[in-house]
């Protein structure tokens, strides 16, 4: 049974940081593409940043520079950090996981967690 928990989300200050972290079991973490999304009240699910088994990271313009994607293959553990955060990024912050050996560049996902909450407040 695949599962993705996330945890790390919060209430913060604008300005500050956070560290969302995305623990996977049940699948071949290393071989596939994972992803932070983000969906906030209101608007559509956003992808906000993914990283491919080999390491190539992909950013949405609104995070490019305060956002930085990583992961522990021997953890099975996705992270975001993020940093000089905005109102703008108060959301429910999901991790996906792509199909076994399918490049993120196909931005297609089989597997979500639940969310974790941040709210950033001016």
């Known amino acids: 049974q695949v599962q993705l928990a996330e945890s790390g989300g919060g209430s913060v200050q604008a300005g500050e940081s956070l560290r969302l972290s995305c623990a996977a079991s049940g699948l071949t973490f290393s071989s596939r593409c994972m992803g932070w999304f983000r969906q906030a009240p209101g608007k559509e699910r956003e992808e906000v940043t993914s990283?491919?088994?080999?390491?190539?990271?992909y950013y949405a313009d609104s995070v490019k520079g305060r956002f930085t994607i990583s992961k522990d293959n021997a953890k099975n553990t996705l992270y975001l950090q993020m940093n000089s955060l905005k109102p703008e990024d108060t959301a429910i912050y999901s991790c996906?996981?792509?199909?076994?050996?399918?490049?993120?560049?196909?931005?297609?996902?089989?597997?979500w967690g639940q969310g974790t909450q941040v709210t950033v407040s001016s």
């Open positions: 996906a996981a792509g199909f076994l050996g399918w490049s993120c560049r196909l931005k297609k996902y089989n597997y």
């Open positions: 990283i491919d088994s080999d390491g190539t990271t």
